[in-house]
């Protein structure tokens, strides 16, 4: 059958086409939102196959960061100064090693125009600034640091300046009323104003090449039938990580396996392997963002540790930086030490920003005897605590650089969370790609009517990671691939 195989299918083979259109946009997530858009708004007939029944993806799922500066709007509105130079040197500085700069740089100087693209759209953003730690805002702010920019070791060589755009949102909840829900909701109107149509519950299996390899169409199943799809000049392929295909993990991401997958089941690799098929070339396949499952304002307030009670990197930075430390060099393993005062300022009565109070797993008078709760050899975190208490009584931090304004000594009662395991994740690598969004073959040359963006591809980020990046490049460089799809 036709559609048991990521194989490309002759067109030859093809009796007959189910649907056609201009331009094919295989997912209904940002980046086939964006796509869509603007392969519309270019004069292309476009149709959009997604393979649930409703549009979204992991998109309206999630927080809703967008990673966008160089001087946009809602940074001058908040009060922040940015460059496009500043924005280019973060993110090669932070989303390495070997980032694609030429990515990285389209995305920088096209950035303002980007915020405006999704203003217009609809998107609305609230001219309030975020100022504490934390995965997003404690309300609907619209603007807050999403990637460590103002923390050890950037500020001191690139100025700092927050870029995380969040939508805003009424009744804030993550999920179906979230960030993600409220960038999503306006693009999908703006596709469906500007004519775009869908087709929902079609999972798109692979694609359809004429004799001289040229991306003609795609086969997909519906309902447990087998369906033709004509694309008169080009295929987006929009589908999503593989972080749900269990053999890509282990085969490209083994830092991964066994650890809770934060995207969708749907982001099953298959538009990867649909590339891969034809000879198409991927990139950063073991690259991978981490989540630690902590609350960043208790974690700014107190130290981390190391399954030795030794501290491991500065505690204000992003926190996913944090999650990768923790996963990638400290298999999996830390603790992370308050005293009674940071936990009362974070999840006391009078304390905003945190809806859970999560109680400690230890807690003790002394940190000798919270050392030997924990199993620690002696000494070893009480050196540790002694250490950091010496210099934060002056407010600094030799070891790693934590801003003074969060460095006090760690009093008692003394407290630890049991941060073992408390991790998860979503691989960064893909397809790759170039700055129009055409999908590259290993030869360096564009297959011919094939475009991809989102999380199948290898974007912006190569190993590090901003909240905000992937729906950021995502929606950026979906645009370009609607863009050059109705073009060809």
């Known amino acids: 059958m036709l559609a048991e195989t990521v194989r490309p299918v002759l067109e ?48 309206s799922m999630a927080g809703g960061f967008i990673y966008l500066g ?104 993550t999920g179906e009323r979230g960030g993600g829900y409220m960038l999503m909701k306006p693009l999908v109107e703006t596709a469906e104003k500007l004519g775009v149509k869908a087709e929902y519950d079609v999972r798109v299996q692979t694609v359809v090449v004429d004799e001289g390899g040229a991306v003609t169409g795609v086969v997909a199943r519906r309902y447990g039938r087998t369906i033709t799809v004509r694309a008169r000049r080009g295929v987006v392929l929009a589908m999503g990580s593989f972080a749900f295909d269990e053999a890509m993990v282990r085969d490209h991401a083994p830092v991964l396996v066994g ?17 891969q098929a034809l000879g198409a070339a991927t990139a950063h396949m073991d690259a991978a963002e981490v989540a630690v499952h902590a609350a960043p304002q208790l974690m700014v307030r107190g130290i981390l540790v190391n399954a030795h009670g030794q501290r491991f990197i500065a505690e204000d930075t992003y926190p996913g930086r944090i999650g990768q430390a923790m996963l990638f060099h400290q298999n999996n393993e830390a603790f992370l030490i308050i ?47 002694n250490v950091y208490n010496a210099h934060a009584a002056d407010g600094s931090d030799p070891l790693f650089s934590k801003d003074a304004k969060w460095v006090r000594p760690i009093r008692t009662p003394i407290a630890a969370f049991d941060l073992r395991g ?13 700055v129009d969004s055409e999908v590259l073959h290993v030869s360096g040359e564009p297959i011919p009517g094939l475009f991809a963006a989102g999380r199948c591809t290898a974007g912006v980020c190569a190993g590090g990671y901003a909240s905000g990046a992937s729906l950021g490049d995502g929606s950026f460089f979906g645009r370009r691939a609607g863009m050059s799809a109705a073009r060809r």
């Open 70 to 173: 160089g001087g946009t709007p809602l940074q001058k509105a908040c009060g922040f100064d940015d460059t496009v130079e500043n924005m280019k040197a973060f993110m090669k500085a932070a989303l390495g090693p070997a980032t694609d700069d030429e990515k990285i740089d389209a995305y920088c100087e096209g950035s303002v125009e980007h915020y405006n693209w999704l203003v217009d759209a609809g998107v609305p953003f609230k001219e309030e600034f975020w100022g504490e730690p934390g995965w997003e805002p404690a309300h609907d702010e619209g603007l807050m640091y999403s990637g460590g920019e103002n923390a050890a070791p950037f500020r001191d060589l690139i100025p700092p300046a927050p870029r995380g755009h969040l939508p805003r949102m009424d009744n804030k909840k």
């Open 422 to 434: 408390m991790t998860s994740g979503f691989p960064l690598g893909g397809l790759k790609t170039g």
């Open 339 to 385: 005293d009674q005062q940071a936990y009362d300022e974070v999840l006391g009565p009078d304390a905003t920003g945190t809806a859970r109070r999560p109680e400690p797993t230890w807690v003790c008078e002394s940190a000798d005897e919270l050392e030997e709760e924990m199993g620690l050899p002696a000494g070893a975190l009480t050196s540790t605590v």
């Open 12 to 59: 030859s083979e093809i009796a007959e086409w189910d649907l056609e259109a201009d331009v094919v946009v295989a997912g209904y997530g940002i980046a086939g939102a964006a796509a869509a858009i603007e392969a519309a708004r270019a004069g292309a007939e476009v149709l959009v196959l997604e393979r649930s029944g409703g549009w979204g993806g992991a998109a």
């Open 259 to 275: 650890r809770p997958g934060s995207a969708i089941e749907a982001h099953d690799g298959r538009a990867i392997r649909i590339g």
